[in-house]
């Protein structure tokens, strides 16, 4: 992005040029509000997705094993595999594709790739890297598949960016609207006579779709279709029950028993049927609808039942809405004979059941037809390390206004992924990827987990969580028992997100482990954690720090044995705001204070030499030409305005002129008057050259690795200036 006058904006719209515009409460207040506005608190989306040979891989592609799916396919026929992906705004992006034999991709109806024989493979030909011009709205992607001269047919497809972009595509057609999955033909003799480029009916297309996708019997509950006969055993159906107006009063239900049933109306026993039979009761509507909870027992012949007729025109809805379901009833089962079942347990939508055989989860009344949640959100929800720093500023932000709507977004931010972790696994095992926690139901690196994980446990501050305590301890297992080490100890990168960041060690990854590890050992009383977290600042001192500069080298090379030597703004701001987190923490008795200590004054004192004319921080510390980065200045202030008042700075003059000068750069040439934040550096790889970080690194509007950290400055440099009575 090009800025104006050496700026990010207009001097006028900065939100230092309104009238509270310096004011640290009015700066706080409109940044968070900001970001809550642009991230409204929409739950999951639950998605029907059918029982497909089509699925996930680990990697959030999908598999299409069209051979292996129809063995009896000719030479000379094709198939088809068809879905649609929504695009919020237009962009380019690279998709993943390994062909199992002869393959076309059309998207929105265009041809965008062939394939050639050295692309194809039975085992999967070379990874290829399609970059496609996606449009806004939905996107329609159809392969054409043919059958390889080794026997092969498929596809493997999908997102190049399973950390970020975990895109989930959705079923196309009319019929199937709001379903998770591909659909697919059969072989066929010719070509398709339309490649569709739109939502279309599936007659449209001139051929029949697949997966099967069955014929509902209307307010008919058949447990043996889903489950088989297995006597003793029990599930449960649930409806919710809709007053045609708000004079009924009582609706009359009527209907026959294929097996026992209990019925609960709106969390309470109502009525029991003891064997198959008719069967009648009233529902007391006063609320106008309610839950309607079906146990069913399976005797030896079926299990099941079905409502006749409910009084004044009431009507049965799905309990919850389903995209893709078109039924009113949600079931879950199996359960054991001996199963003490309550239903309440299930009607969050956010656990899995146990059953003989594994856990299970809810289903449409149809065979095959999984409920599954989804985030669909773009931010509110999403477990990632950038989101664990806003979220955390958020919650101090919320102490700091008493503003208790902002601390309820955070823990419910927070519970949409704690709720469900446990879940998540569960989907991931079942399904190949889970539809959503995609980064916490597949630890495999230190961003993956510490950051969020911290924020976490302090969200638990404003109440319980569910599933907060099983995330943080397998997270704490993993940290100490499963990321990889170097001899001596110290965490890094044995195997990165892309080849080029295997075998390194990035300073970055002191923020991913020792805020978790601090916020670890005071859920636990555990000293182990703190002490883990000293000695990682210490070891990462051996390798990283330049003593000449008094600052860190962004990376370790492992495989070369030699620093980068490259002096990126935010991963110094990484160590610094990790080391003054573990200060305030760390008692002055611990073996490493000292030298913890020690090491924050150096670079603290290396930081300040670097500061920049405007009071920011460059991109590139050591080049004054590389543009003005918000986060590692926002970082840096955070260290300094808490070590002046935690007394860790032996002059502190210097550091509190910093500090005020670092908020007096963000609020005029960082922040508008809207609560916007320009200049914060967007997600990095890593490089042996400082002009990969100021010429191909560039900065985003709003990156969420910013804003949080931005309020943590505010909120810290303000804390400071009334410690010492001085304004901004």
């Given at each position: 992005m090009t800025a104006p006058y050496g700026r990010y904006f207009d001097p006028a719209e900065s939100i230092a040029a309104q009238?509270?515009?310096?004011?640290?409460?009015?700066?706080?207040?409109?940044?968070?509000?900001?970001?809550?506005?642009?991230?409204?608190?929409?739950?999951?989306?639950y998605r029907l997705t059918r029982a497909s040979a089509i699925r996930k891989r680990e990697d959030h592609t999908y598999e299409v094993p069209y051979g292996r799916m129809f063995p009896g396919m000719q030479s000379g026929q094709l198939g088809y595999a068809w879905a649609k992906l929504w695009i919020d705004e237009p962009q380019e992006f690279v998709f993943h594709l390994r062909c199992l034999g002869p393959v076309r991709l059309y998207h929105n109806g265009e041809k965008r790739f062939g394939s050639c024989a050295e692309e194809e493979s039975a085992e999967g030909g070379p990874l290829l890297k399609l970059k496609l011009a996606l449009s806004r709205g939905w996107n329609h992607f159809v392969f054409e598949l043919?059958?390889?001269?080794?026997?092969?047919?498929?596809?493997?497809?999908?997102?190049?960016?399973?950390?970020?972009?975990?895109?989930?595509?959705?079923?196309?057609?009319?019929?199937?609207?709001?379903?998770?999955?591909?659909?697919?033909?059969?072989?066929?003799?010719?070509?398709?006579?339309?490649?569709?480029?739109?939502?279309?009916?599936?007659?449209?297309?001139?051929?029949?779709?697949?997966?099967?996708?069955?014929?509902?019997?209307?307010?008919?509950?058949?447990?043996?279709?889903?489950?088989?006969?297995?006597?003793?055993?029990?599930?449960?159906?649930?409806?919710?029950?809709?007053?045609?107006?708000?004079?009924v009063r009582k609706v009359t239900v009527s209907g026959t028993a294929c097996s026992p049933l209990r019925f609960e109306w709106n969390g309470a026993g109502l009525y029991w049927v003891e064997q198959a039979g008719a069967f009648s009761f009233e529902l007391d509507m006063t609320r106008g609808s309610g839950d309607l909870v079906v146990q069913c027992t399976c005797d030896v012949q079926?299990?099941?039942?079905?409502?006749?007729?409910?009084?004044?025109?009431?009507?049965?809805?799905?309990?919850r809405l389903v995209q893709g379901h078109d039924g009113s009833w949600l079931c879950l089962g199996p359960f054991p004979a001996e199963a003490r079942i309550e239903a309440a347990d299930y009607l969050s939508m956010d656990r899995t059941a146990q059953g003989k055989h594994g856990a299970f989860f809810w289903t449409t009344d149809l065979p095959g037809e999984h409920v599954r949640p989804f985030l669909d959100n773009e931010l509110f929800g999403r477990w990632n390390y950038p989101l664990g720093v806003t979220l955390n500023g958020l919650l101090e932000a919320s102490r700091l206004l008493q503003r208790s709507d902002l601390a309820d977004y955070v823990a419910a931010h927070v519970e949409f992924a704690?709720?469900?972790?446990?879940?998540?696994?569960?989907?991931?095992?079942?399904?190949?990827?889970?539809?959503?926690?995609?980064?916490?139901?597949?630890?495999?690196?230190?961003?993956?987990?510490?950051?969020?994980?911290?924020?976490?446990?302090?969200?638990?501050?404003?109440?319980?969580?569910?599933?907060?305590?099983?995330?943080?301890?397998?997270?704490?297992?993993?940290?100490?028992?499963?990321?990889?080490?170097?001899?001596?100890?110290?965490?890094?990168?044995?195997?990165?997100?892309?080849?080029?960041?295997?075998?390194?060690?990035?300073?970055?990854?002191?923020?991913?482990s020792v805020p978790f590890l601090c916020?670890?050992?005071?859920?636990?009383?555990?000293?182990?954690?703190?002490?883990?977290?000293?000695?990682?600042l210490l070891l990462y001192k051996k390798y990283l720090f330049m003593p000449e500069l008094q600052i860190?080298?962004?990376?370790?090379?492992?495989?070369?044995?030699?620093?980068?030597?490259?002096?990126?703004?935010?991963?110094?701001?990484?160590?610094f705001f990790s080391l003054a987190v573990l200060l305030s923490v760390l008692p002055q008795r611990h073996e490493h204070h000292?030298?913890?200590?020690?090491?924050?004054?150096?670079?603290?004192?290396?930081?300040?030499?670097?500061?920049?004319?405007?009071?920011?921080w460059h991109q590139v510390l050591t080049d004054p030409e590389s543009y003005e980065e918000s986060s590692c200045t926002s970082m840096f202030m955070y260290g300094y305005a808490l070590g002046v008042r935690h007394g860790w700075l032996e002059d502190r003059e210097p550091y509190v002129r910093a500090a005020l000068a670092g908020w007096r750069g963000l609020i005029e040439r960082a922040i508008d008057k809207r609560g916007n934040l320009y200049g914060v550096c967007k997600g990095s790889s890593w490089s042996y050259s400082n002009a990969y970080y100021k010429h191909d690194l560039g900065w985003n509007l709003n990156d969420t690795h910013g804003i949080g950290i931005v309020l943590l400055a505010g909120i810290e440099t303000k804390r400071m200036a009334d410690a010492l009575g001085i304004g901004s």
């Open positions: 009238t509270e515009g310096a004011d640290f409460v009015h700066v706080l207040t409109t940044v968070a509000q900001r970001y809550v506005g642009s991230n409204p608190p929409h739950g999951p989306v043919g059958k390889g001269a080794d026997g092969e047919c498929g596809a493997i497809f999908g997102t190049s960016n399973r950390k970020n972009k975990p895109y989930h595509f959705l079923a196309p057609s009319v019929e199937r609207e709001g379903e998770e999955g591909w659909m697919y033909t059969a072989p066929l003799d010719a070509p398709l006579n339309r490649i569709p480029a739109e939502t279309l009916p599936e007659a449209a297309t001139g051929a029949g779709w697949l997966p099967v996708k069955h014929n509902r019997v209307t307010n008919a509950v058949r447990m043996e279709r889903l489950y088989g006969i297995q006597p003793g055993m029990t599930a449960l159906a649930w409806t919710k029950v809709v007053a045609p107006s708000a004079t079926s299990w099941g039942f079905e409502i006749k007729e409910l009084s004044w025109g009431a009507k049965l809805a799905a309990p704690t709720s469900t972790y446990v879940y998540s696994l569960w989907d991931r095992e079942k399904f190949g990827a889970a539809g959503l926690n995609n980064q916490l139901s597949h630890i495999d690196s230190l961003d993956d987990c510490g950051s969020f994980g911290a924020l976490a446990i302090a969200a638990e501050s404003v109440r319980p969580l569910k599933g907060m305590r099983e995330a943080a301890d397998d997270i704490a297992r993993y940290i100490m028992h499963e990321q990889s080490r170097m001899e001596d100890g110290a965490l890094y990168r044995k195997i990165g997100v892309s080849p080029s960041m295997h075998n390194t060690m990035w300073c970055d990854d002191m923020y991913m916020r670890y050992a005071e859920l636990t009383g555990d000293g182990r954690y703190l002490d883990e977290a000293a000695g990682q860190m080298s962004h990376v370790y090379d492992v495989a070369k044995g030699m620093p980068s030597r490259t002096t990126w703004g935010r991963g110094n701001g990484w160590v000292a030298a913890i200590l020690a090491f924050y004054r150096e670079l603290a004192e290396g930081y300040l030499r670097l500061q920049g004319a405007n009071g920011l």
